[in-house]
């Protein structure tokens, strides 16, 4: 610093010079960062746009911080340029001219009438739009400039944001939507006869209304990041559009089961036929075979065998018009609930088959056993031993008679067993039943 003023230290010539080369470069910062605000794409849609909701509210605020950017810019622009002239006049500043330039490089020597910060409707100091003018140092101006173009800059990056993802991906989707909708009519998806047909129709509206509120309120999608301070940080939220985008591909993926059933119903009906044949021949055979059981087994709870499964038939008959008549989005869950339903049935057919056959199943056994028996007992040469050939007489009557009993027949066996178990030095057969003085030993 040099002498001192009526003010404060009055600048030296070399002070002046930096100050007016670092504010000169502010100037032009300033103004290239204006302009490219001017010519932003997204500006210029905000201007031609029929705005509501959040979105005007913040453009109207916008657009008068914008004006009064402008107006301190001519303000700083024009006490810069007024600088310059006064140091301009001569190449070795005089005393007065130095303690000018002071003043005006770090007093608040500009004057911004306080008509246009009220006219502007823009965020201003406290206090400042009730006044008729107001004064601020070049400084200052300059950090309310930043702080103007900083809040206006991150509304107009933000909406055009939201406008340049959204509309395109709605767009996008919705012409996806309408193909779907043709392909869904094909195969007689329709409102109001299908779910998916409603479910169309609820995304087309959902669509709809999405795209009008993007276009008019673009801010009311936007969600700014936490903690950012830099203009325009965040995102666009997508969170409506995803979710009708998965609406629409549940509903794909139905018309494509449906298109899947129009190809390969005849075929999955066949199937059905003969599944539902063997079950009834399977319930056929367990009745034919109940009555034999009943017959040949003596004391012997047998289950009673049900009747073919009528009310199957009838569905897959069902199933057999809706595909004559092209029905296909009615014919889909049909089948697959007909498919699960007639394994179901097939399986229970041979569970009764089984359940019924059962007892023939353990005279079998016991049959082959005593057989199995004797041929053992014969390669060690006691098939003429009397107690065997007695006890192998009582169980085969046994066996081989109608109606059998099967418990006596296999207490029968097992004495049977036991006697050839003795003879031949084995282990000996598990009692099961059979009592002591069946077997053969001292005191039999």
Request: hydrophobic share 40%; with cysteine.
């Amino acid at each position: 610093m040099g002498v001192t003023g009526s003010t404060g230290p009055v600048m030296d010539r070399d002070e002046v010079d930096r100050a007016l080369a670092r504010l000169g470069a502010e100037h032009e910062a300033i103004e290239t960062s204006l302009l490219a605000l001017q010519d932003h794409a997204g500006r210029r849609l905000l201007e031609g746009a029929g705005l509501t909701g959040v979105t005007q509210e913040r453009w109207t605020s916008t657009e008068a911080s914008i004006t009064l950017l402008w107006t301190y810019f001519d303000a700083y622009a024009d006490a810069l340029r007024t600088a310059r002239d006064i140091r301009s006049r001569r190449r070795w500043s005089s005393r007065e001219d130095l303690v000018e330039l002071t003043e005006l490089l770090t007093g608040e020597s500009v004057t911004v009438a306080g008509s246009a910060t009220a006219t502007a409707n823009a965020p201003t100091l406290h206090g400042a739009a009730n006044k008729l003018s107001e004064r601020y140092s070049l400084t200052t101006l300059v950090g309310r400039m930043n702080e103007l173009y900083a809040t206006s800059l991150d509304m107009v990056v933000a909406a055009d944001a939201v406008w340049s993802a959204l509309p395109a991906r709605i767009d996008l989707l919705a012409a996806e939507l309408q193909r779907t909708r043709r392909l869904a009519h094909s195969v007689g998806v329709r409102p109001g006869e299908h779910p998916a047909g409603d479910d169309l129709e609820r995304i087309t509206r959902t669509l709809t209304k999405l795209r009008e509120q993007v276009v008019s309120d673009p801010l009311e999608f936007w969600l700014a990041a936490e903690g950012s301070s830099a203009p325009g940080g965040g995102r666009p939220d997508t969170t409506v559009y995803d979710r009708e985008a998965r609406a629409l591909e549940d509903v794909r993926r139905e018309i494509d089961a449906v298109l899947t059933v129009r190809q390969d119903a005849e075929k999955r009906i066949v199937r059905l036929r003969d599944i539902l044949s063997r079950a009834d021949r399977t319930l056929a055979e367990a009745r034919t075979a109940r009555g034999e059981v009943l017959a040949k087994i003596a004391a012997t709870e047998v289950p009673v065998v049900s009747g073919p499964p009528t009310v199957l038939q009838e569905q897959v008959a069902a199933a057999a018009d809706y595909r004559r008549q092209g029905q296909w989005h009615r014919l889909s869950p049909l089948l697959e609930s007909l498919e699960q339903k007639a394994e179901d049935e097939l399986l229970r057919a041979r569970e009764s088959l089984t359940a019924v056959t059962a007892p023939l199943a353990v005279r079998a056994e016991l049959r082959g056993r005593l057989d199995a028996y004797k041929a053992k007992v014969a390669r060690h040469g006691f098939a003429e031993d009397a107690v065997l050939v007695e006890r192998y007489e009582k169980a085969r009557r046994m066996l081989w008679s109608a109606p059998c009993d099967l418990r006596a027949a296999e207490r029968a066996v097992l004495r049977y067993q036991h006697a050839a178990a003795e003879l031949l030095g084995g282990p000996r057969v598990p009692d099961q039943g059979v009592r002591e003085d069946d077997r053969r030993g001292p005191g039999a």
